[in-house]
């Protein structure tokens, strides 16, 4: 079964909210937003990600620390050069859907992220847009 379609079956009691609540605080910076959305597609070194997301090496370097400390990105060390990746889909869902949200609350008509591929609405299980 996908990761995607899995429910949550935690409840307010869990002992995973604290942990939780930790995750959203290290990505509650736009800096490490960007490293994530930077680092789908694979692996970067730090100044191929300091130039992606527009900020100096040094600081990119600070987040992608905090990041490791999360678990949130790996590192591999190729010679003289560090290459950075996602541990796993999760960091990668959590940014996705909170732009995606983001995507809601700027918009007055329906988000991008809702039209398939010819522009059309989409429903549930529809990815080519070809819903009415």
């Not at 590192?75 to 999760?90: C, I, K, N």
């Not at 988000?111 to 299980?125: K, S, V």
Request: net charge negative; hydrophobic share 40%.
């Amino acid at each position: 079964m996908p990761e995607d379609s899995k429910m949550c079956t935690f409840g307010p009691a869990s002992p995973y909210v604290d942990l939780a609540a930790e995750v959203f605080s290290l990505l509650s910076d736009a800096t490490r937003i960007r490293i994530i959305l930077a680092l789908r597609s694979g692996e970067l070194p730090v100044g191929e990600l300091a130039e992606r997301v527009g900020k100096p090496p040094t600081a990119v370097s600070q987040h992608l620390a905090k990041l490791r400390w999360g678990r949130i990105v790996s590192a591999r060390q190729d010679g003289t050069r560090v290459f950075y990746s996602l541990v796993d889909e999760h960091a990668r869902q959590l940014v996705t859907h909170a732009v995606f949200q983001a995507e809601h609350v700027v918009g007055d008509d329906l988000p991008g992220h809702h039209l398939g591929e010819r522009g059309l609405p989409t429903r549930a299980g529809d990815t080519d847009g070809s819903a009415p």
